[in-house]
């Protein structure tokens, strides 16, 4: 496939290093037109502009990356759909669920797929964990304990990221989502069930600390804790079964080693017998998250992690703002 990338930081930056082999990149876009010629020079990219329109209008791009600031994720996802592409969007997708549901619209009748960017369910640890809980040797699954954080920098409380009207919230939608997903793709549907939204130390106006409690039809209950005022980077999922425990920390890089570590409990209970996984080196996320999406455009099938599970997500994250701004 050919692709057009929208929003040349970070993430697209991540997104470019892995769109290799038969695929290419022929244009990029970004409000800031020096950061897509950065990226251009990097990856061999043939375009570059600062008007998203050619990206989506360009009929050589097959495919379109929208890794822009929430507020025209869905905008501009939506006009590449409207025009045929495939998309992958970064998460959370949107601002909020009711942004996704034009989105949601077109994509079924256009036809085309589209992934949101839940890379997270491709880290080795949480792929070895699925495998897991899928083979039914974890017995039934009864809570999960997810905490995420990292304690922002200089200047944190003046980025979009503290903009309410850009990002449509703080570390709920940033990180939280991630926990979201990630519960959801474990326990099936959740709720809210009480929590509570707190600003404790950024001068901002939007959350720097989520503790938010989501329960299933059968109870089973996921404790998640997104943070921006975790001074050591930290990632911590914890899935328990009836008969272990599964637990996944770190991300690599400043979030330490990848490992998982699996607890089984013995007939006799007491002390468990325990194995550790441990995934060092690069984050392969980004690559085996494409990969996914990739062989979903070939084959017609859902990607893992699509519309409906960021519009699920976005639900829980909407409902507890309304709360929080009630």
């Known amino acids: 496939m050919k692709f057009g990338i929208i929003g040349c930081g970070l993430i697209g930056r991540k997104r470019a290093s892995v769109i290799c082999g038969k695929n290419s990149v022929e244009v ?15 990856f061999d990219i043939k375009e570059t502009t600062d008007d998203p329109d050619r990206v989506v209008s360009n009929p050589d791009v ?20 409207e025009a045929g592409k495939h998309v ?35 880290h080795p640890g949480l792929q070895k964990a699925k495998s897991i809980v899928d083979s039914g040797d974890l017995g ?31 570390e709920l939608l ?17 709720s809210p069930a009480g929590g509570s939204l707190n600003t404790y130390f950024w001068d ?14 059968q109870d089973q209950v996921a404790w998640l804790h997104a943070t921006w005022t975790e001074w050591k980077n930290m990632f911590s999922f914890e899935i328990y079964g009836k008969k272990g425990k599964l637990h996944i ?4 890089g400043s979030y330490g080693t990848e490992r998982l570590t699996y607890y089984r409990m013995l007939p006799e209970m007491g002390p468990p017998e325990t194995e550790m996984y441990e995934f060092p080196g690069e984050d392969l ?14 084959s017609g099938s859902k990607p893992c992690g699509n519309l409906e599970d960021a519009a699920a997500s976005l639900s829980i994250v909407d409902a507890y703002y309304q709360r929080n701004n009630s």
């Open 28 to 42: 990029a876009a970004d409000i800031k037109i020096e950061r897509a010629k950065e990226l251009a020079a990097e």
């Open 62 to 81: 097959d495919a379109v990356i929208v890794a822009t600031t929430h507020d025209v994720l869905a905008k501009i996802a939506l006009k590449a759909i």
């Open 88 to 122: 992958l969007i970064e998460k959370p997708g949107a601002r909020n669920a009711d942004e996704l549901i034009p989105v949601i619209e077109a994509a079924k009748k256009k036809n085309v797929t589209v992934k949101i960017g839940f890379n997270h369910r491709f």
């Open 140 to 170: 039934p699954l009864m809570f999960i304990r997810g905490r995420y954080g990292h304690g922002g920098r200089l200047g944190y409380e003046k980025e979009w990221r503290a903009q309410p009207e850009i990002s449509g919230g703080g």
């Open 174 to 190: 940033d990180q939280g989502v991630h926990l979201i997903d990630l519960s959801r793709w474990f326990l099936g549907e959740l």
């Open 204 to 217: 901002m106006q939007v959350d720097d600390n989520a503790f938010i409690l989501l329960k299933t039809a």
């Open 249 to 252: 920390e770190g991300l690599g």
């Open 285 to 298: 996320s980004w690559k085996l998250e494409f990969d996914d999406f990739c062989e979903s455009v070939a």
